[in-house]
């Protein structure tokens, strides 16, 4: 594995971009009588790069973003900070197996994968941290919120590389 | 979205509706088990007197505390101080109790009626 400098440069792109929507996620507050439920923006930029660089970039991507996002928020190594690393990390190796190991899934298929993924993740990390299986009350709910909000974050991505098709904009990012 | 995709969908609201079944459905069926109840009498920190709750009928007796006789109603599942020889009467004013962990005090007499058993946890938090 090489390490160009265009590369580097591009995933620090993605790193910041996954970053940003992390944090900005954070402050947006979902009406919902639950807490947890998240729209999970910052998932659409780990897919990108695992779509554009693989599955090993992709997890770089989606474990420096979730580092930074936490350090900027303030939540450094917080329970939080853990369930949203357990959850990035399951999300990421889903995704990047459906992604590089089969073809019959769209963006969308994968991305709601990817949303229950991190769900599931979360809530064994959860178990572990609470030492309790009384979370598992939870993961209805959890499933149930992953779906549309997997289907909304892989929508976006394909109407981004929908856009690619015309105007080109991720030929940067790949080109050696 | 592609056929993949809808089998997807399709999948993952299935085993969603599945673990609301399995998850919720445990509760009507094997709902939490509550282990016995009763009421215990003690007078001076000696039991006198135990009660299994509920009781079957509406039954009051008298309890011998230190300024006399004191009359405990049992009704149900809920049980109260109908009478007390005391000034303030604070036992009696307080009404019924039925959930385990409660507790009537009579300081002047020396009574105290206290409900035991397992209680279903409101919550846990570690």
């Given amino acids: 594995m090489r390490f160009g400098t265009r590369r580097v440069v591009f995933l620090a792109l993605l790193v910041a971009m996954g970053t940003a929507l992390h944090v900005v996620e954070g402050m947006l507050s979902i009406p919902m009588p639950i807490p947890g439920v998240k729209l999970g923006l910052a998932n659409i930029v780990t897919l990108l790069a695992i779509y554009l660089y693989g599955f090993r970039d992709g997890m770089t991507v989606a474990l420096l973003r979730v580092l930074l996002g936490s350090l900027i928020g303030g939540m450094f190594l917080s329970p939080g900070f853990l369930l949203g690393l357990t959850g990035a990390v399951s999300s990421t190796l889903v995704m990047a197996f459906l992604l590089k190991r089969t073809n019959c899934f769209s963006m969308i298929g994968i991305s709601m994968a990817g949303a229950v993924a991190h769900n599931i993740g979360q809530l064994l990390a959860a178990s572990l941290l609470l030492q309790s299986s009384a979370v598992i009350y939870y993961l209805p709910v959890l499933l149930l919120t992953g779906i549309p909000t997997g289907i909304l974050t892989g929508f976006l991505l394909n109407s981004l590389l929908e856009h690619d098709k015309t105007s080109g904009i991720l030929h940067d990012f790949t080109r050696a | ?126």
């Fill in chain 2, 1 to 126: 979205m592609t056929r993949g995709d809808k089998f997807l969908l399709a999948g993952l609201l299935l085993i969603s509706l599945l673990s609301i079944a399995a998850l919720y459905g445990r509760f009507s069926f094997f709902p939490d088990r509550v282990g016995p109840v009763r009421a215990v009498v003690s007078v001076q920190g000696k039991v006198v007197r135990t009660i299994d709750l509920p009781a079957a009928s509406r039954s009051s007796f008298v309890i011998n505390g230190r300024l006399g006789p004191s009359t405990v109603e049992v009704e149900g599942a809920r049980v109260h101080m109908h009478e007390a020889p005391c000034n303030g009467k604070i036992c009696v004013n307080q009404g019924w109790i039925s959930h385990p962990g409660q507790s009537i005090v009579c300081i002047p007499g020396e009574i105290l009626v206290r409900i035991e058993g397992a209680a279903p946890l409101d919550a846990v938090t570690r």
